[in-house]
Nanobody, 129 residues
Framework: QVQLVESGGGSVQAGGSLRLACVVS????????MGWFRQTPGKERELVAA????????GDANSVKGRSAISRDNAKDTVYLQMNSLKPEDTAVYYC??????????????????????WGQGTQVTVSS
C-alpha cells in the first residue's frame, strides 16, 4: 500500500514563501517520478511541478515558473515544493503524486495527471492579498 502524506501548507500573505513536503511510503521512492498538482473548486487539477526519478530533470507550470522549485531527497523518501513570491491565485489544495511507470529514460517525467497512480490527501495553501 502506497501512502503519501503532504505537509507544509498554510496561510501566508502575498509575496511570502512556503515549502511543501510529501513523504512516500510503501514503494521504492527513488524508482519513481513525482509530481505536485493543485486544484481549486470548479477548476481542473493542474500540474505545478514534476521531477524525474533521477532528480536530474524538473519542470514547472508557466503559472509558477521562476517562483517554484521541486526537489527530492531519496534518502528521506520525500519530495519538496518550494514556492516563493506567492500570489493570491496560488491559493489551492496542493497534492503530491507518484507515477510508478518504469520509463526507460531516468530523466523523464510526465506532465499528465492521469499518469500518476497514487495521490496524497492534499494540503491547503491560502495566499491573502
Amino acid at each position: 500500500q502506497v501512502q503519501l502524506v503532504e505537509s507544509g501548507g498554510g496561510s501566508v500573505q502575498a509575496g511570502g514563501s512556503l515549502r511543501l513536503a510529501c513523504v512516500v511510503s510503501g514503494r521504492t521512492f527513488r524508482s519513481y517520478t513525482m509530481g505536485w498538482f493543485r486544484q481549486t473548486p470548479g477548476k481542473e487539477r493542474e500540474l505545478v511541478a514534476a521531477i524525474s526519478r533521477s532528480g536530474g530533470t524538473t519542470g514547472d507550470a508557466n503559472s509558477v515558473k521562476g517562483r517554484s522549485a521541486i526537489s527530492r531527497d531519496n534518502a528521506k523518501d520525500t519530495v519538496y515544493l518550494q514556492m516563493n513570491s506567492l500570489k493570491p491565485e496560488d491559493t489551492a489544495v496542493y497534492y503530491c503524486a507518484v507515477d510508478v511507470r518504469q520509463y526507460p529514460i531516468s530523466s523523464y517525467y510526465s506532465t499528465l495527471g492521469t499518469r500518476y497512480d497514487y495521490w496524497g490527501q492534499g494540503t491547503q495553501v491560502t495566499v491573502s492579498s
